[in-house]
Antibody
């Protein structure tokens, strides 16, 4: 079964850091591009970041550029999101999603709360 | 950034009804549009990609159409399990952007 499972979410104060992880299984992770997409409480979906299969191409939404870093370890079938200088507006559920353009596989998400 | 506007924001329909949701892009995106279904407290689920291609495993009552700036998602015969919020998303250019969502309720 094709599956991605996120972890690493939690509650932090503004300015702090958090690292999210996404474990992939059931497909050849090293061949697929991956993304992070987030959803603030009661709000819609926002694409956050993209990484190509080889990590050669990376994109970020303007809202996180310079603060978040996406990476992957193909040997471990894992995707990461390092989030620094967190702000209140980063509070959301963060989803790991497979795809280059559209997202055919989503995890259940990991919640991140930024609050003082 | 390309803005995606869905209409209506919400709708209520009866089981068996034909339901249509519209998505408009602020500039042409050829066919690079996807549709997702999200139920409360669940992850989004892919329904349609490339405007009209049905994701494997998705019931055939779901269909998509359109190109350029105007797109539609149609549910040919609404079922109780279709109660959800539906999002369109463009992937013509970065940043990829979503519509604000359309909540579909069953009467």
């Amino acid at each position: 079964e094709v599956q991605v499972v996120e972890s690493g979410g939690g509650s932090v104060q503004p300015g702090e850091s958090l690292r999210l992880s996404c474990a992939a299984s059931g497909f050849t992770f090293s061949r697929d591009s991956m993304n992070w997409v987030r959803q603030a409480p009661g709000k819609g979906l926002e694409w956050v970041s993209f990484i190509s299969s080889s990590s050669r191409t990376i994109y970020y939404a303007d809202s996180v550029k310079g603060r978040f870093t996406i990476s992957r370890d193909n040997a471990k079938n894992s995707l990461y999101l390092q989030m620094n200088s967190l702000r209140d507006e980063d509070t959301a559920k963060y989803y790991c999603a497979r795809g280059q353009g559209w997202f055919d596989t989503w995890g259940q998400g990991t919640p991140v709360t930024v609050s003082s | 950034d390309i803005q995606m506007t869905q209409s209506p924001s919400s709708l209520s329909a009866s089981v068996g009804d034909r339901v249509t949701i519209t998505c408009r892009a602020s500039q042409g995106i050829t066919i690079w549009l996807a549709w997702y279904q999200q139920k409360p407290e669940k992850a989004p689920k892919s329904l349609i990609y490339a405007a009209s291609s049905l994701q494997s495993g998705v019931p055939s009552r779901f269909s998509g159409s359109g190109s350029g700036t105007d797109f539609t998602l149609t549910i040919s015969s609404l079922q109780p399990e279709d109660s959800a919020t539906y999002y369109c998303q463009q992937y013509d250019s970065y940043p990829w952007t979503f519509g604000q969502g359309t909540k579909v309720e069953i009467k």
